[in-house]
């Protein structure tokens, strides 16, 4: 098994910044594909950020481009979330998620078998 642990979510401003965590542990990180997804309350859970084993490939949803950057640590056994100019509509439980994949294509969302316990981020207006 993978464990993994989100942190740093919190209450923001508008434009303010926030930086995500995600900690694995359990096995090791290195051959593993890691996405970021969010889940505001009545609204289905979707892709933010991913990232391949090797940060090869880095993707983001259409929302989060030239906001946000995701990269990795590997010897640390982390992911990270940079956000930044944040808005009201970024405001949701973020979670990690990830896949044993040496591909350089990044997993569609169902294909992720650990997820986090999830982070709140909330950006008032």
């Known amino acids: 098994q993978v464990q993994l642990v989100e942190s740093g979510g919190e209450l923001v401003q508008t434009g303010g910044s926030l930086r995500l965590s995600c900690a694995a542990s359990g096995r090791t990180f290195t051959s593993y594909a890691v996405g970021w997804f969010r889940q505001a309350p009545g609204k289905e859970r979707e892709f933010v950020a991913g990232?391949?084993?090797?940060?090869?490939?880095?993707n983001y949803a259409d929302s989060a481009k030239g906001r946000f950057t995701i990269s990795r640590v590997n010897s640390q056994n982390t992911v990270y979330l940079q956000m930044n100019s944040l808005k009201p509509e970024d405001t949701a439980v973020y979670y990690c998620a990830a896949v044993y994949s040496l591909q350089t294509t990044l997993p569609e969302l169902h294909e992720y078998r650990y997820w986090g316990q999830g982070t709140q981020v909330t950006v008032s207006s």
């Open positions: 990232i391949t084993y090797n940060s090869g490939v880095r």
